[in-house]
């Protein structure tokens, strides 16, 4: 198993406080979008496994 580096930080968007986290490992591109209280951690296992 390989270690995954991410690239994360705070983004302001349209006065939106926008948490953004991204590794660069090829194509396509995919996105995660937690909601309902939920944060980011919630698709932990998934994006380590994609």
């Not at 991204?22 to 380590?48: A, M, R, Y």
Request: net charge negative; aromatic share 10%.
């Amino acid at each position: 198993m390989s270690i995954i580096q991410y690239n994360q930080g705070y983004h302001k968007i349209n006065n939106h406080r926008i948490y953004c986290k991204h590794c660069q490992n090829g194509q396509p591109t995919v996105i995660f979008e937690s909601g309902l209280g939920d944060d980011s951690s919630t698709w932990k296992e998934i994006q380590d496994e994609i």
